[in-house]
């Protein structure tokens, strides 16, 4: 694995550069490719994320509604990925038509502050497309609330 090659080579003297960032535990996979090798790294997924942890829209037909070009079968793929992969769970409400509603478990909600650090990522790096004036933000600016700051605190 290129971490515990890298690792090595800087043990040995062989650094590629002053200032590099290394790991002090071994790692057998990367933690970044691990992560962005299921779900999460598949289209839509953290736009999904977004709807139900965010903006707290939990029914099936409302999510489709909020992310433009997202089909029913490829939402619906995502749900049960995400379902399996225990990013989400589902409740059924019964009733006369019976609702399901999606929210974020623990682990789910542990993606917050990802979204949270893209969100502050391109409201800096590309304000032109993200604001009308074309201005770059701050997450304080963005989300003045108490519970975005104790989603911005996660972040480490």
């Known amino acids: 694995m290129q971490y515990i090659k890298d690792q090595e080579e800087e043990k040995s003297g062989n650094s590629y550069g002053d200032g590099m960032l290394l790991p002090q ?53 995502r749900l049960k990925e995400l379902k399996k992969e225990g990013f989400i769970e589902c409740t059924e409400e019964k009733r006369l038509p019976m609702m399901v509603l999606w929210s974020l478990t623990r682990k789910g909600k542990d993606t917050m502050p990802i979204l949270m650090q893209l969100t502050a990522f391109g409201s800096k790096w590309y304000s032109d497309v993200v604001f009308e004036d074309k201005m770059p933000r701050t997450l304080k600016e963005i989300f003045p609330q108490q519970e975005a700051r104790e989603i911005i605190r996660g972040i480490t």
Not at 35 to 64: E, P, Q, Y
């Open 25 to 77: 535990v071994r790692f057998v996979r990367c933690p970044i490719k691990t992560s962005l090798g299921g779900v999460l790294g598949k289209k839509w997924t953290m736009l999904i994320i977004r709807d139900i942890g965010f903006l707290k829209i939990n029914r099936f037909n409302r999510i489709l509604e909020s992310i433009a070009g997202l089909t029913p079968r490829v939402l619906s793929m």
